[in-house]
């Protein structure tokens, strides 16, 4: 089953998603695997409720979070919120005026996963036991297009699979970046 994409193409839809507290809530939601409220991802990001409820707005308004179900705990209407199960596009770099917000928003994201290895790198964690916590991989492959559709669907097909918290799961984050070198720039 593919995902809906949502697709981010104007500057407001942009900054929107680009704002460093959102991708934090974001990250919250996906790191936890569960349905929470503002109180909660307010807690998580250290926040006031109040603006964890304006910024998961503004994220439902895009389609990147939802209304998981409501209950009522002690007389109060209790929201939970979960990441949408959908795939986000920002579009192309190529020939448009809002290149360079494109470009920030995949330098954070980036950037983001890098500093979590890294601080992983760092911990107490025996050297030799790092790569069970995290890695990283650099080089060149050789692919034909077809072998480069194929990489493409594995790695899709993989990270859908495993994108719902399950029993004895743990969160790892990831970015995966990878191009044809021989493309025209």
């Known amino acids: 089953m593919s995902k809906k994409i949502v697709s981010l193409s104007s500057l407001e839809d942009l900054k929107i998603f680009m704002s460093p507290v959102r991708q934090q ?4 939601l996906h790191i936890s695997g569960e349905p929470m409220t503002a109180k909660g991802i307010a807690d998580c990001l250290s926040i006031s409720p109040s603006s964890a409820k304006h910024h998961l707005g503004k994220l439902e308004n895009l389609g990147l979070v939802e209304l998981s179900r409501t209950e009522v705990i002690n007389g109060i209407n209790a929201r ?9 596009s920002i579009g192309s770099l190529n020939g448009n005026e809002l290149n360079s917000e494109r470009r920030i928003i995949i330098e954070n994201l980036i950037k983001n996963t890098l500093d979590g290895l890294y601080d992983i790198t760092q911990s107490d964690i025996p050297k030799d036991e790092v790569p069970s916590y995290g890695d990283f991989l650099n080089g060149v492959v050789h692919l034909t297009p077809a072998d480069s559709k194929k990489l493409h669907n594995l ?3 993989f990270i859908d699979t495993h994108e719902i918290k399950t029993e004895g799961s743990e969160p790892w984050e990831y ?4 191009y044809n070198t021989n493309h025209p720039k």
Do not use: A, D, G, K
């Open 25 to 28: 809530l974001l990250r919250c």
């Open 80 to 88: 939970y919120y979960s990441v949408s199960n959908v795939t986000v």
């Open 155 to 157: 790695i899709t097909e």
């Open 175 to 178: 970015s995966l970046v990878f």
